[in-house]
């Protein structure tokens, strides 16, 4: 386990998670263990915050538990949010290019889904796993699968497309990475296993970092991010201390100031110990 040096913590005033595969455990809970190490922070007045490639309406029961002080960062930095529900900001790809995208999708047969600013749609063809896990996360986060629909010709905005690999053979996948090529107002990173986020060119959680800074909510220069994804490096660049997952990929650790190795439930919670009690 890291140990920072003490200027390095003295000057820690405000971080970001990301969640699913750090501060959300593998069966996609937050330990009680993870909540003393957030409630640790806190108490030495560092202020929290989420940064998640999830939608919002995807974080609300995390949110609820961890109750974060600093405005949420969804869709990988196109949705922001402050802590009353007020938009911050709301990018979304081009609406011609987001209907070339969903038909070519449609048509191939290929499991995605699609988030706006307050829906997910989805286009479930060979039931993958995913989708189960989509519907009870629904469910707890929202009380109904109200605003989970079939996909359709929709005039919304959409601010990512999220395509599930679970099922595609390396060929589809191909097929489908040549044909976004296409686009130059697109770019694709791996928020999670088995996934491929379809984001507008220039959307990150860094530059949302950046817009956070720019409202006045933190000081980068007094920030600490930690994740565990191609979507967190972003992030990582912009902050003044970045922490790696144990589980992130060679790419990740070595975009890091700090790399976790204990390969356990516990380590934001050792990490935490360490550092601030």
Request: charged content about 25%; hydrophobic content about 40%; overall charge positive.
């Amino acid at each position: 386990m890291a140990k920072m040096h003490i200027m390095d913590k003295r000057k820690i005033k405000y971080t970001y998670f990301d969640l699913d595969g750090t501060l959300l455990n593998d069966d996609k809970i937050i330990s009680s263990n993870t909540i003393k190490a957030i409630n640790i922070l806190k108490r030495n007045n560092i202020k929290i915050g989420i940064a998640t490639g999830r939608p919002f309406i995807l974080t609300k029961k995390i949110a609820e538990i961890i109750k974060p002080d600093l405005p949420t960062i969804a869709i990988n930095g196109g949705l922001i949010v402050d802590k009353d529900g007020n938009l911050i900001l709301d990018k979304f790809i081009k609406k011609k290019i987001s209907k070339q995208i969903i038909d070519f999708l449609i048509n191939n047969k290929i499991d995605f889904l699609v988030y706006t600013n307050n829906k997910i749609y989805f286009n479930n063809v060979t039931n993958p796993s995913w989708f189960n896990f989509l519907k009870n996360e629904m469910k707890q986060n929202s009380n109904s699968e109200e605003k989970l629909k079939i996909i359709r010709p929709t005039d919304e905005n959409i601010n990512k497309i999220l395509i599930l690999n679970q099922n595609l053979t390396n060929k589809n996948i191909n097929k489908i990475q040549e044909y976004l090529s296409n686009f130059d107002d697109i770019y694709t990173v791996k928020s999670q296993k088995d996934v491929l986020d379809i984001m507008p060119k220039n959307i990150t959680k860094g530059k949302a970092l950046l817009k956070v800074e720019s409202d006045g909510f933190i000081n980068l220069e007094e920030t600490m991010t930690w994740g565990d994804g191609d979507n967190d490096i972003n992030m990582f660049n912009v902050s003044s201390l970045s922490i790696a997952m144990p589980k992130a990929n060679s790419k990740v650790k070595s975009s890091a100031d700090l790399s976790l190795d204990e390969n356990n439930q516990n380590h934001i919670y050792n990490f935490v110990m360490e550092n601030w009690t």
